[in-house]
């Protein structure tokens, strides 16, 4: 039914706001009832206690019946009331009315005991109704003890049609329903305000989402509440920031990843052309051809990484933890970089805390970390240069550090190395392997260890690479 938030919020507070005002209403229409009552009947007992000493003085033969009925007439001159004065036994002796013909009827009439007994008894009683079909529109009536001489003689009761309360009744309960509805009218003005703010951001949202599935991530929703829509429109921009930036580059990457590819190609494509056509010379064919193959052994390096980078950061591959000492595997690791090494000249000092360094990790991966690492502290290193290498423990982590004494990283670039394809010297590292895509393997890796990296470099002084592990417990002998 409520196919629009908008609608379903109007309608809904609208509802909730007229059951508010209607149960108000009644309320105070009662209060008033009641209230106005009360205060009717007030007043009728004053006056009831006003005209007992006039009905004293009467009885007693110290004033006529037309100087009472005149006092009746100037304390009753807008109660409208009519006033009866029964005796012990209920017969009513002096009656009091307006018109002069109703008053003769009451005289002379007898009350029900039941009617009068509680005033007998010294109480004031109050009623509505037509004081038992005596009256034909109903009436308020009052009854309140005739005292003569300080001892109760009979009862006065005081009848004021409920009518003239009505009037002034009806007066107060229509000012309390145009208030109401004056009310309501506001309401829906501010509620269609409210419920505008809180749709429209999400109308916009809702619209911009569709345009994202299409690709175009470039609209954001404008943000006007500092509360949750608020604060969903402001996440969802910062959403839409971040497709953008990925969607960014992603572009970039596959743009990168033809360039990196199709160079090699064109060289090897172009020492082969040179081969079969002869503009090679036969005696330097050999040179060309191997040119060639280590062109391709580079791309298919790449592509390895590649390949790396997109298994970890799919997450498809969950990590295969096991417990290893970090220091064999970077002997190892050395080993197998030893003919470079010593290419270089590079003097290597190793420095473990302890003999054996027990980390829980996945092993592959991490020996993947540390020759990236090798390789860059190599490839960045001076001819005759240091490299150091530290493991060492502190609490419940293990700690790595490769360390050269080679180029090092200019301030501004060190933040942008762990991205995909960034080399600081582009000419300087395409004579060797990689493609800047080392480090963000490496980074990617350690982050989905859970796990830190850091990097500390000074230009010209060298560059330093520490990163955790979990530290592990010596394994038992038989696992
Ligand atoms: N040990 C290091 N010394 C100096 N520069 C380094 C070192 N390690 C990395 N870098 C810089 O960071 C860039 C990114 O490294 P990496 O991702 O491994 O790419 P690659 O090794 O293919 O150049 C490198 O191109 C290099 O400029
Ligand atoms: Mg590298």
């Given at each position: 039914m409520f196919r629009?938030?908008?609608?379903?919020?109007?309608?809904?507070?609208?509802?909730?706001?007229?059951?508010?005002?209607?149960?108000?209403?009644?309320?105070?229409?009662?209060?008033?009832?009641?209230?106005?009552?009360?205060?009717?009947?007030?007043?009728?007992?004053?006056?009831?206690?006003?005209?007992?000493?006039?009905?004293?003085?009467?009885?007693?033969?110290?004033?006529?019946?037309?100087m009472?009925?005149?006092?009746?007439?100037?304390?009753?001159?807008?109660?409208?009331?009519?006033?009866?004065?029964?005796?012990?036994?209920?017969?009513?002796?002096?009656?009091?009315?307006?018109?002069?013909?109703?008053?003769e009827k009451w005289e002379e009439q007898k009350l029900t005991e039941e009617e009068f007994i509680q005033v007998l008894k010294g109480n004031i009683i109050t009623k509505t109704g037509q004081f038992g079909g005596r009256f034909s529109t109903p009436v308020l009536t009052v009854g309140v003890p005739l005292r003569i001489r300080n001892r109760i003689r009979g009862a006065i009761f005081l009848h004021s049609p409920v009518q003239g309360i009505k009037s002034t009744l009806n007066d107060i309960y229509k000012n309390i329903w145009w208030a109401a509805f004056i009310s309501a009218g506001l309401s829906v003005l501010f509620l269609y305000w409210t419920s505008r703010r809180i749709s429209k951001p999400l109308i916009q949202m809702n619209e911009i989402s569709?345009?994202?599935?299409?690709?175009?991530?470039?609209?954001?929703?404008?943000?006007?509440?500092?509360?949750?829509?608020?604060?969903?429109?402001?996440?969802?921009?910062?959403?839409?920031d971040s497709l953008e930036k990925l969607e960014e580059m992603r572009r970039s990457f596959v743009a990168n990843v033809s360039h990196e590819l199709r160079s090699p190609l064109t060289s090897i494509m172009g020492y082969i052309q040179g081969v079969l056509d002869n503009t090679i010379k036969a005696d330097e064919r050999d040179?060309?051809?191997?040119?060639s193959l280590s062109e391709a052994q580079r791309l298919s390096k790449l592509i390895d990484e590649l390949l790396d980078l997109?298994?970890?950061?799919?997450?498809?591959?969950?990590?295969?933890?096991?417990?290893?000492?970090?220091?064999?595997?970077?002997?190892?690791?050395?080993?197998?970089?030893?003919?470079?090494?010593?290419?270089?000249?590079?003097?290597?000092?190793?420095?473990?805390?302890?003999?054996?360094?027990?980390?829980?990790?996945?092993?592959?991966?991490?020996?993947q970390?540390?020759?990236?690492?090798?390789?860059?502290?190599?490839?960045?290193?001076?001819?005759?240069?240091?490299?150091?290498?530290?493991?060492?423990?502190?609490?419940?982590?293990?700690?790595?550090?490769?360390?050269?004494?080679?180029?090092?990283?200019?301030?501004?670039?060190?933040?942008?190395?762990?991205?995909?394809?960034?080399?600081v010297d582009k000419s300087r590292s395409n004579k060797n392997t990689g493609r800047g895509l080392g480090l963000s393997i490496v980074k990617k890796i350690?982050?989905?260890?859970?796990?830190?990296?850091?990097?500390?470099?000074?230009?010209?002084?060298?560059?330093?690479?520490?990163?955790?592990?979990?530290?592990?417990?010596?394994?038992?002998?038989?696992?």
């Open positions: 629009s938030l908008f609608i379903r919020l109007m309608v809904t507070y609208f509802i909730i706001i007229l059951i508010t005002l209607v149960i108000l209403g009644l309320l105070l229409s009662t209060f008033f009832m009641d209230y106005t009552f009360n205060m009717k009947a007030q007043e009728l007992i004053r006056e009831g206690k006003a005209l007992n000493p006039y009905i004293e003085m009467y009885s007693m033969g110290m004033l006529t019946q037309e009472l009925y005149n006092y009746f007439t100037t304390i009753d001159r807008f109660l409208n009331t009519t006033v009866w004065v029964s005796d012990g036994l209920g017969y009513i002796w002096l009656a009091y009315s307006a018109s002069r013909e109703d008053q569709r345009e994202f599935a299409q690709g175009n991530f470039n609209r954001r929703v404008k943000v006007m509440t500092k509360d949750e829509t608020g604060q969903l429109a402001v996440n969802f921009n910062a959403m839409a040179k060309y051809l191997r040119i997109s298994q970890i950061e799919s997450g498809q591959f969950s990590l295969n933890m096991v417990v290893f000492d970090v220091n064999e595997q970077i002997r190892r690791s050395l080993i197998s970089q030893e003919e470079r090494i010593n290419q270089k000249n590079i003097d290597v000092e190793v420095n473990f805390e302890d003999e054996y360094c027990w980390v829980e990790a996945d092993m592959d991966r991490i020996q970390v540390i020759l990236n690492l090798l390789d860059n502290a190599i490839k960045y290193n001076r001819e005759n240069g240091k490299l150091i290498i530290k493991t060492w423990k502190h609490r419940d982590k293990a700690y790595i550090k490769i360390q050269d004494k080679g180029v090092g990283i200019p301030k501004e670039d060190i933040v942008h190395i762990w991205e995909r394809f960034y080399q350690i982050e989905q260890h859970e796990q830190n990296i850091w990097v500390n470099s000074r230009l010209g002084e060298g560059t330093a690479f520490i990163f955790s592990l979990k530290s592990a417990k010596k394994p038992e002998k038989n696992r």
